[in-house]
């Protein structure tokens, strides 16, 4: 990438501070060593993977990748659409390099990702992109009703081949469905919260107790 082009970074966004990452990785870890060993899960794996196992090790067949973060907006070094306006933003500008407190909500596990659900406050939002939604519309058409911030999420993991923006993706047409009036098939009570099936393959642990994280709004040139 040329010198001059480097001026926008990769992305903005919520990057966790150390203890807490660890902290979020242990209760995914913990997570996912329990779903698959549930008779739920292993009544669903056909929906979750097209290899004729009879077990599969979640913890194998997801792999992380980099720092926790909730990514705001996805610059490209400048080339996405709207990057400039975005850092532009007087917010954006205003809040750079502040702390602030992300409420995880739920973990969720599909085939493809497994990631959090950052539930953003408003102060949060005013860092967040108008079109963060829309953009996923050819992907996942319900998107366009969903309400602003609905796509916020930290990736933990994705499966073998897999981008780590499919994670927002997958999260997205969770939620989509929930506003479909489609409940999940309520699954289990576990110590973390109520644990739901969506079908193909997608789980969804609402927490009882939503993770308090602490992040610092900054961007990553990477
Ligand atoms: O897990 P994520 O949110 O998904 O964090 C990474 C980060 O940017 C660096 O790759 C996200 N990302 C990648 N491409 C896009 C995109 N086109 N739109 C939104 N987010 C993206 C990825």
Not at 179 to 202: C, D, F, T
Not at 206 to 211: D, I, M, T, Y
Request: charged share 25%; hydrophobic share 40%.
């Amino acid at each position: 990438v040329p010198l001059e082009e480097m001026s926008l970074p990769l992305f903005f966004g919520w990057f966790l501070l150390p203890g807490i990452q660890d902290k979020v990785r242990c209760t995914s870890m913990d997570f996912l060593k329990t779903l698959d060993t549930l008779e739920a899960f292993k009544k669903h794996l056909p929906d979750f993977t097209v290899e004729a196992e009879k077990e599969v090790d979640l913890e194998q067949y997801f792999q992380a990748n980099g720092a926790l973060h909730c990514t705001t907006k996805f610059c490209d070094y400048g080339k996405a659409e709207g990057a400039k306006e975005y850092a532009d933003k007087p917010a954006v500008k205003e809040l750079y390099g502040s702390a602030f407190e992300l409420s995880l909500s739920a973990l969720f596990v599909t085939p493809r990702t497994v990631g959090a659900r950052v539930s953003l406050s408003e102060d949060q939002l005013t860092l967040w992109p108008a079109d963060a939604e829309k953009e996923a519309v050819p992907l996942v058409p319900a998107a366009a009703t969903l309400p602003a911030g609905s796509r916020a999420h930290i990736t933990l993991g994705c499966a073998e081949g897999v981008e780590p923006q499919q994670t927002g993706f997958d999260l997205l047409e969770i939620l989509a469905l929930q506003q479909e009036g489609q409940e999940g098939e309520l699954v289990e009570e576990m110590e973390l919260g109520s644990l739901a099936y969506y079908g193909k393959g997608r789980w969804l642990l609402s927490l009882r107790e939503p993770v308090s994280a602490q992040a610092c709004f900054s961007s990553l040139y990477g």
